[in-house]
């Protein structure tokens, strides 16, 4: 139950912050999945920090918020979506930079979540 619920909540945000997005960007690059695997990432370092290092509550909270709630918000599917259609409609360089930054940020965004949390707590 607790991955359910965190799951509909990260599906819902993950629906509001990509359409927000994609208001301000309009259709050219997939800013709004961009955005949230990258928030997400982030979020993921910082609550793995959290749970196993600083208050090892890994099993109570896991399931929760790393599993249901980060796991919904992220979107490795439309992440791989977005890439084939740029492809598809001929935008190989869009293409080729969507998939390597997105690769690249959202590991560097989790590195930073980890250590900015190891510093901070």
């Given at each position: 139950?607790a991955?359910?619920?965190?799951?509909?909540l990260?599906?819902?945000?993950?629906?509001?912050l990509?359409?927000?997005m994609?208001?301000?960007?309009?259709?050219?690059?997939?800013?709004?999945?961009?955005?949230?695997?990258?928030?997400g990432s982030f979020?993921?370092?910082?609550?793995?920090i959290i749970?196993?290092e600083k208050?090892?509550l890994?099993?109570?909270?896991?399931?929760?918020?790393?599993i249901?709630?980060l796991g919904?918000?992220?979107?490795?599917?439309?992440?791989?979506l977005?890439?084939?259609?740029l492809?598809?409609?001929?935008?190989?360089?869009t293409?080729?930079?969507y998939?390597?930054?997105s690769?690249?940020?959202c590991?560097?965004?989790?590195?930073?979540?980890?250590?900015l949390t190891?510093?901070?707590?």
């Open positions: 139950m991955i359910a619920f965190g799951g509909a990260g599906a819902v945000s993950r629906y509001w990509s359409t927000s994609e208001k301000i960007n309009g259709t050219g690059f997939p800013l709004g999945t961009f955005t949230v695997n990258i928030l979020l993921i370092g910082v609550f793995f749970f196993a208050l090892h890994v099993d109570q909270w896991r399931p929760i918020i790393i249901g709630f919904a918000m992220t979107t490795f599917s439309t992440f791989s977005d890439a084939l259609l492809f598809q409609q001929g935008n190989y360089n293409a080729l930079l998939v390597l930054s690769v690249a940020m590991l560097f965004a989790a590195f930073c979540g980890m250590q190891r510093v901070l707590l």
